[in-house]
């Protein structure tokens, strides 16, 4: 699992990739639709 950061190509990419991955588990925990809670989450941003 370690290796897959290899990929990120950037400490800023990574930093997303483990923001949007936080996100994620975070839904996961509070028994939400992952999917669905990104949905939310990414259409009230602009506001």
């Not at 290899?6 to 925990?29: C, E, H, N, P, V």
């Not at 999917?35 to 009230?44: G, I, P």
């Amino acid at each position: 699992m370690r290796k897959n950061w290899l990929f990120a190509r950037s400490l800023r990419s990574g930093k997303r990739a483990a923001a949007l991955m936080s996100l994620i588990q975070s839904a996961k925990l509070n028994e939400h639709d992952p999917c669905e809670y990104l949905k939310d989450v990414l259409e009230r941003l602009p506001t």
